[in-house]
């Protein structure tokens, strides 16, 4: 398959494609416990970093500017004025699909699917080629495609920020891993482009400048001000520090910098270009405690027999927002909840870019 556009594939996943991607998933899955993945993959390998926080910030701010999303953030989730609970949400579903069973992860996709259905509305304003009134639904093939390859892109970005790049073939067989991971969204392999090359050729067309009228990305008002927001914790006690906005500012490709009305100037540049210099050396120094997320560790303890220590829970809470991953079997064999689901909490396990109200 050459470059995907934006226009093709278009349609809403129905629930029996869904289920038979999740079918043809587990169908070649050969260890269940090990999950879609397992630890030989270069999957784990990467997303056991913290380093992937660096990319966190662009990857929002990419998805903001598919007005679809901005849309529905702004008509069905309060989670933009919480930029940690945005930040746990978009976590939780993505180390639960990489780091958890197999069971854990289609539990994960079938409920962000049952969510999905619920997030469906018209756009407000005219941005791009949508025009006010126009319909939007989360579960629709080139929306999902569009967050997946956020999500990618800052990935790569962010590992090669700090640690030896990626090899052309390590991307490559990183890249397809994650269309696997992309099915759980409910992304047919059919949708994907087909390699490296193509997706990176993919994402360079939705980053470029089109005519108003073809364009599928735009920043409404709307959108800036939820970047603008994003960027300043939201209110939150936490508040990104100047280099990490710098850096992230950085990353947006130049037209988005404009349509956000994000400043980079000398004093971002040079921000961003220490942050870029030192940050590797400090990062590789970090302890282990710190360096490697909580969930790769509950999932290296889950397949040494052993149950999340205190270290691998204290982490998680930072990545997901709870000690545990979510859609684990209660571990009591023979008692009255052995074989049951739970997800430790009353909070619905939200979608990278939604958040039902509660």
Avoid at 46 to 70: D, I, K, M, Y
Avoid at 136 to 148: D, K, M, P, S
Avoid at 160 to 177: F, G, I, N, Q
Avoid at 282 to 301: D, V
């Amino acid at each position: 398959m050459g470059l995907l556009s934006s226009a093709d594939c278009l349609g809403r996943v129905a629930p029996g494609d869904s289920e038979a991607l999740l079918a043809a998933i587990a169908a070649r899955t050969p260890d269940r416990n090990a999950g879609i993945f397992g630890p030989e993959s270069i999957s784990w390998r990467v997303n056991r970093e913290s380093a992937l926080f660096l990319g966190a910030g662009r990857a929002a701010l990419l998805q903001l500017a598919h007005p679809w999303v901005t849309a529905s953030l702004a008509e069905h989730s309060a989670v933009m004025d919480d930029p940690i609970r945005r930040f746990h949400n978009t976590f939780r579903v993505v180390f639960t699909m990489v780091f958890g069973t197999l069971d854990q992860a289609l539990a994960a996709s079938r409920h962000l699917y049952k969510l999905h259905t619920r997030i469906r509305g018209a756009i407000t304003e005219d941005v791009a080629r949508w025009k006010r009134g126009s319909h939007y639904e989360a579960n629709e093939i080139a929306a999902l495609r569009w967050v997946f390859a956020t999500l990618v892109e800052s990935a790569v970005l962010a590992h090669d920020c700090v640690l030896p790049p990626l090899s052309a073939a390590e991307r490559e067989k990183y890249y397809a891993e994650w269309k696997t991971l992309a099915a759980l969204f409910g992304l047919p392999d059919s949708a994907l482009p087909e390699d490296w090359t193509a997706f990176a050729a993919y994402c360079g067309a939705m980053h470029a400048s089109a005519d108003a009228g073809t364009c599928e990305l735009g920043v409404s008002d709307t959108a800036c001000a939820m970047a603008h927001r994003l960027l300043a914790g939201a209110g939150s006690f936490v508040r990104p520090p100047f280099w990490y906005r710098a850096l992230t500012i950085e990353w947006l490709p130049e037209r988005f910098r404009r349509e956000f009305a994000l400043p980079f100037g000398a004093t971002e540049e040079r921000a961003a270009d220490r942050a870029r210099r030192r940050l590797p050396a400090i990062y590789r120094r970090l302890p282990a405690a710190l360096r490697f997320t909580g969930p790769w560790r509950e999932g290296q303890a889950r397949l040494a027999g052993k149950r999340a220590g205190t270290l691998t829970r204290w982490s998680n809470r930072f990545w997901i927002g709870r000690p545990v991953l979510p859609f684990a079997l209660y571990p009591a064999a023979g008692g009255p909840d052995a074989g049951r689901f739970t997800s430790g909490s009353s909070d619905l396990l939200c979608a990278p870019h939604h958040e039902a109200r509660q």
